[in-house]
Each structure stands twice: as structure tokens, then as C-alpha cells.
């Protein structure tokens, strides 16, 4: 893993892309690990560098999708540890919104979510736009962070990187709610209104 990280980073903006694009359905390689590095390198190029990273992992998740699609959720199964196959099914089937956001974001690796919602049949569009949010989150604000504070940023992800991880599931979790609360009252509007 270290020789094909070490390979990456050699390779510069190829090696990110790869990195960025495989890890959504089949590499081990995060590609923080290779965005970081080269964006403190050039940091005049942070922002572009975040925003690769962000396009071509969504391109890369709907490679995952589509194996998720072809192979089925009874071989996804097998492919996938069962620790994180529950969880995403679990949540997933509950809000798959709220579920593909925060696992774009979360620990899970991506390509699990990426085939799960696959094998699920998540709507694509939504599946995307959602991947989308949570993938920039992760890659472009990195990028952002990295242009306007150099390497002060690397100490504010690795100081407050479980701060940052807890306000935004504050905020997801405080979002869910309010979501839930509307559909809710519309459901229970719309039973009123048919009496």
C-alpha cells in the first residue's frame, strides 16, 4: 500500500485522479492522501486540485453504482464486510438521502456505499447529486482550506477533524429532523384534508 501511495504521489495531478476515481469502487488508496500533499506543494492550485478530486470520484461512484445495479444486492453481500453492509442497508432503506450524504462523508469507504446503492436501486439522480454535496465537501473544502490557510489547514484536519465530524452530524442530524417533522405534518394534512 505505501509503494502504490508512494507511485501516486510520484505521478502528481494523474496520480490524484486515479486515486479519486478508483477509490469510489475498488482501491484502498484514499485519495486525501495524495490531495493533501500536493495541494501544500502548490497551493496556488489547491482549489483545482479539490475540485478534480471531487468530479472524478463522483465519476468513479457511478462506476460503483453501475456494479452494484449489475451484481445485486444478494453478491453485494459477499463482496462487502458485514459491519458496513448493515449499516448502510440500514440506513440507506431508512433515508437514502440523508444515508449516501453522510457515508460520502463518513469513515465507510465510499465504493461500499457507491455499490450498495447500487444494489439497492437508489434513484441515480439522486444518488449523484447527493454524492456530489458530500464528495466537495470532503475534497474541494480541503482544496479551499489548503489555498487559503497553506499548511496551517493540514493542522486544523488532524486537530479538529473529529470536532469538524461531530458539528456536521449535528447539523445533518438537526436537517433530519426538521425534514422528518415536515413530512410528517404533510402526511397528516393530507389525512385530515380526506376526511
Not at 502528481?12 to 482501491?27: N, P, Q, W
Not at 490531495?35 to 460503483?64: D, K, M
Not at 474541494?140 to 458539528?167: C, N, P, R, W
Request: glycine share 6%; hydrophobic share 55%.
Amino acid at each position: 500500500m505505501e509503494a502504490l501511495l508512494a507511485i501516486l504521489l510520484e505521478w502528481g495531478l494523474t496520480g490524484l485522479l486515479l486515486a479519486a476515481f478508483t477509490e469510489s469502487f475498488i482501491s484502498p488508496v484514499l485519495p486525501d492522501l495524495i490531495l493533501i500533499p500536493l495541494a501544500i506543494a502548490n497551493p496556488q492550485n489547491a482549489i483545482f486540485y479539490g475540485l478534480a478530486a471531487t468530479v472524478v470520484s463522483i465519476l468513479g461512484g457511478l462506476i460503483g453504482y453501475m456494479i452494484g445495479l449489475k451484481i445485486g444486492l444478494p453478491a453485494t453481500r459477499k463482496f462487502i464486510p458485514p459491519k458496513y453492509m448493515d449499516k448502510i442497508q440500514n440506513t440507506v432503506q431508512e433515508n437514502a438521502l440523508w444515508a449516501i450524504f453522510l457515508a460520502s462523508l463518513s469513515p465507510i469507504p465510499y465504493k461500499f456505499v457507491c455499490i450498495t446503492a447500487g444494489a439497492l436501486k437508489i434513484n441515480m439522480t439522486i444518488f449523484f447529486l447527493i454524492s456530489l454535496l458530500g464528495r466537495a465537501k470532503r475534497f474541494l473544502l480541503e482544496g479551499v482550506l489548503i489555498y487559503y490557510f497553506g499548511s496551517q489547514a493540514v493542522e486544523m484536519f488532524t486537530q479538529h477533524k473529529s470536532d469538524m465530524l461531530i458539528i456536521s452530524l449535528i447539523v445533518i442530524l438537526v436537517a433530519g429532523v426538521i425534514s422528518y417533522v415536515i413530512k410528517r405534518s404533510k402526511k397528516a394534512a393530507t389525512a385530515v384534508d380526506k376526511l
